[in-house]
């Protein structure tokens, strides 16, 4: 039973160790719209991209601090509840992480191209 | 064992969380974290018991050091919470060893338990007493050193989690307790109810046990017992925990200890005279016996108003 897992188990830790280095890009791409943490999380896992709260927590607040997301508390429900959307600045960086996002996929393509098979 | 209650788990989690991040931060990363636990907990839905989606939220969010660790930077989090575990021993340390020292101070004490570091206070003059008192910090600066280093930089702020800060109380507690201060101001300040209750004999022959010098510091005993009666007022005032009760409690844990300790070193505090029916002998051995009780209660009354108040002045400080 292990060893027949073993090998998907691989996988999900290696899709785990890549996506680790865009998932702010993916964030910060989902965040075009007003969305709470959990919601995001949620949205997150539906694109390919699960993630706990521990994780993407920080990220949120350190794009908060650096000015790239606004966050505003919606007090209008029975519980607060705060939601985060892109800022000018926050889209200059998303543009910014979708270059440099592209530069390394056409890189990782090349050297994989050119490597026999 | 019965399974914690959800709310305290959700509450011990941002307590934990409040106590490892810098202070400029902590209140406003803690309402965020409490919101998406609630986020969560609702997401799960109610086919599934409140409890378990409390469990499965805060494992979403990981060990609360390590969050703060993530939110600070690993390096820069994990120094944080061990600067706080080192700030939250040197009180503890420093209030125990001082209450040694002052102890031993006043008994008269001429040798050292472990020389250097658990012995009298020196009382030649006020400046030698403050060296002794300076010396007695920087020793127990140098004791909380070696203690995070030893434990680790993750184990301390971890062990030093278990020491419950928070003073829960309510309304009703805060009565009762108003109630049971007024029957000890009623014994202490009452002749009839003090003469009643403390002496021996009967008729003509009765007599009372309380030397000069306990009924000289009765008046200090009821200005404690003040003290904690104006913490208990403004409990039933504000109906929970601040930081003016808070200030209170430790103001009235502070002087009942030193109460405590000035108590232990009296001479005359208890006389058991032999015209109550008991010869000179007897009188003598009674008195010592009950000095002696004395001295015991007031040494671990002492110790434990002394750790009362170390807790509730890091809690002022985490609050503040």
């Known amino acids: ?117 | 064992m019965s399974a914690p209650d959800p709310a305290a788990r959700i509450a011990a989690y941002l307590e934990r969380l409040r106590d490892v991040l810098p202070h400029d931060r902590a209140s406003s990363v803690t309402s965020d974290v409490a919101a998406l636990i609630e986020d969560r907990i609702d997401a799960a839905g109610p086919a599934v018991p409140r409890a378990e989606a409390v469990e499965r939220a805060l494992a979403a969010l990981g060990a609360p050091e390590a969050l703060a660790a993530a939110l600070a930077g690993d390096a820069a989090g994990g120094d944080a919470a061990a600067r706080r575990a080192f700030w939250r021993l040197v009180p503890i340390l420093f209030g125990g060893h001082l209450l040694v020292s002052v102890v031993l101070a006043v008994a008269g004490a001429g040798t050292s338990l472990l020389p250097g570091l658990v012995g009298a206070l020196p009382t030649s003059s006020p400046l030698a007493t403050a060296f002794g008192v300076l010396g007695i910090f920087l020793a127990d600066v140098g004791f909380a050193t070696v203690l995070v280093a030893l434990l680790g930089r993750e184990r301390a702020p971890a062990l030093l989690h278990r020491l419950r800060l928070e003073m829960p109380g309510t309304r009703r507690d805060a009565a009762l307790s108003l109630v049971f201060l007024a029957l000890l101001a009623a014994i202490l300040d009452v002749p009839a109810v003090r003469d009643r209750l403390f002496a021996l004999g009967a008729g003509e022959g009765r007599a009372s046990l309380l030397g000069d010098d306990a009924l000289a510091l009765i008046p200090f005993a009821n200005g404690v017992l003040a003290l904690f009666a104006l913490r208990h007022v403004a409990l039933l005032v504000s109906g929970g925990e601040r930081v003016g009760t808070l200030a209170l409690d430790a103001l009235a844990s502070l002087c009942a200890a030193v109460l405590a300790v000035v108590a232990m070193t009296r001479d005359a505090l208890i006389r058991v005279p032999d015209t109550a029916g008991l010869t000179a002998a007897q009188a003598r051995t009674l008195t010592d016996l009950l000095v002696r009780t004395v001295f015991v209660v007031a040494l671990v009354s002492g110790v434990l108003l002394v750790a009362r108040f170390v807790r509730r002045v890091l809690r002022i400080r985490q609050l503040v």
């Open chain 1, 1 to 117: 039973m292990a060893e027949a897992r073993a090998p998907e188990e691989r996988d999900a830790r290696n899709d785990a160790e890549l996506r680790r280095g865009v998932l702010q890009l993916v964030a910060l791409a989902l965040l075009e719209e007003p969305r709470y943490g959990y919601e995001l999380v949620r949205m997150l896992g539906e694109a390919g991209f699960p993630t706990e709260e521990g994780t993407l927590y920080p990220i949120l607040r350190r794009f908060e601090e650096a000015g790239a997301l606004e966050a505003t508390w919606d007090t209008s429900r029975a519980r607060p509840r705060k939601y985060y959307r892109l800022s000018e600045g926050g889209r200059r960086l998303r543009a910014e992480l979708t270059e440099a996002w592209c530069r390394v996929r056409d890189a990782t393509d090349a050297a994989i191209r050119r490597t026999p098979s």
